[in-house]
């Protein structure tokens, strides 16, 4: 017995109606009805947020801070999948465990760690003291500078790996005509590879983007109550003050503006 395309999709249908486009529905229809759960959908909530700059500038910095995440992992992490295409296969294996070694870490174990690192007795302090950098400890722990570093290095792989595939089917010709033709290795890096790996770019830029501005654990545990992102405002909103309307109405604004800045990440990369 043959089954068609469409057949054989249904399942697939069907799991993607049941845990995505159910509970997205239902999100969506909480965010319209009153703080009592009445009957009667209203848009106050929306209005709400709309119409506090508090909101917006919540909502704008979380923004911000994946954009200085994901700008951090492309700039360390293009050169770590540079590396690692060009290495020998016995070496590539070891650069790509390191690079996943995160990813089989607990999100909470690997963020507790990094509260050790940046503390004021942790181990970047006790560098930077030792070194005469600085002659009292640097305020690295609740502040936006630890988050980046934190986040940077927890959604690594995620930049690394969509790059690192893209390399990797690179023709090595290429790279040898170019320097044939007299470039060196910073113009063949420049001009030849740079572009053929932009789809990678992109593909991790999303990936690690759309990573980034949801961390819940990282940004609350690292930041602390001094900083507050759209996550931890979900959540302050659903849990602290019960309020489930409004915690919904954010949670829609917020998968909107970060569905149009990975959009535009999409229009960039289509346009390459």
């Not at 996943?100 to 050790?116: A, C, G, N, Y």
């Not at 690192?164 to 044939?180: G, K």
């Not at 959540?235 to 909107?256: D, E, L, R, T």
């Amino acid at each position: 017995m043959r089954f068609s395309e469409s057949q054989l999709a249904l399942p697939l249908a069907a799991l993607f109606v049941t845990f995505f486009v159910a509970p997205l529905s239902v999100l969506v229809a909480l965010s319209l009805v009153t703080e009592q759960g009445g009957n009667t959908f209203t848009a106050v909530h929306y209005i709400k947020f709309f119409t506090d700059s508090f909101n917006y500038s919540i909502l704008f910095e979380t923004l911000l801070l994946g954009l200085k995440a994901t700008g951090v992992c492309l700039l360390f992490g293009y050169p770590i999948a540079w590396i690692a295409a060009r290495a020998k296969a016995r070496w590539q294996s070891v650069l790509i465990f390191l690079v996943i070694l995160p990813i089989l870490t607990s999100v909470v174990v690997r963020t507790f760690s990094w509260i050790v690192i940046l503390g004021r007795q942790g181990i970047l302090n006790q560098i930077v003291l030792g070194l005469g950098l600085s002659h009292e400890p640097v305020q690295l722990l609740f502040t936006e500078v630890g988050v980046v570093i934190v986040l940077a290095q927890v959604q690594m792989p995620l930049m690394v790996l969509p790059i690192l595939t893209v390399l990797t089917r690179v023709d090595t010709n290429l790279a040898d005509a170019s320097r044939a033709l007299g470039a060196g290795e910073w113009r063949t890096l420049w001009r030849v590879t740079l572009p053929l790996s932009l789809p990678g770019i992109v593909a991790g830029c999303i990936l690690t983007y759309s990573a980034c501005v949801t961390a819940f654990v990282t940004q609350t545990l690292i930041g602390g109550a001094r900083l507050i992102y759209m996550p931890l405002q979900i959540y302050q909103q659903a849990i602290g003050a019960n309020n489930w309307p409004f915690a919904a109405a954010i949670s829609v604004i917020f998968m909107i503006a970060v569905l149009a800045l990975i959009s535009l990440f999409g229009m960039f990369g289509r346009r390459v």
